[in-house]
């Protein structure tokens, strides 16, 4: 059964940095795309940073921000966010993706006091 293991979350004031990790099972299949999305309280979940053949996207908001990197050799994808505003808040789910479907973690908490 493949899984993927999240952690890193927690509360940060303003200004603060937090680093997301999430490590997915090996499986016979590469995995070709790994990222981050998050979910803010009443809101859709939205794509947050998404590696896929090491072509690297970010969300606009986060662009300045953060920084998504892959370590293909342990299956883990790493989010680095530095400057947090109280608009990152949510819960953050690792995205995986190979040939057959997509993988989602069970998401982690991200809080940011102002």
């Known amino acids: 059964q493949v899984q993927l293991v999240e952690s890193g979350g927690g509360l940060v004031q303003a200004g603060g940095s937090l680093r997301l990790s999430c490590t997915g099972s090996?499986?016979?299949?590469?995995?070709?795309?790994m990222g981050w999305y998050r979910q803010a309280p009443g809101k859709q979940r939205e794509m947050v940073a998404i590696?896929?053949?090491?072509?690297?996207q970010l969300s606009d908001s986060v662009k300045d921000r953060f920084t998504i990197s892959r370590d293909h050799a342990k299956n883990t994808v790493l989010l680095q966010m530095n400057s947090l505003k109280p608009e990152d808040t949510g819960v953050y789910y690792c995205?995986?993706?190979?040939?057959?479907?997509?993988?989602w973690g069970q998401g982690t908490q991200v809080t940011v006091s102002s």
């Open positions: 090996r499986t016979i299949f590469e995995w070709e795309a």
């Open positions: 995205y995986m993706r190979n040939s057959v479907r997509d993988y």
């Open positions: 590696n896929e053949n090491e072509t690297t």
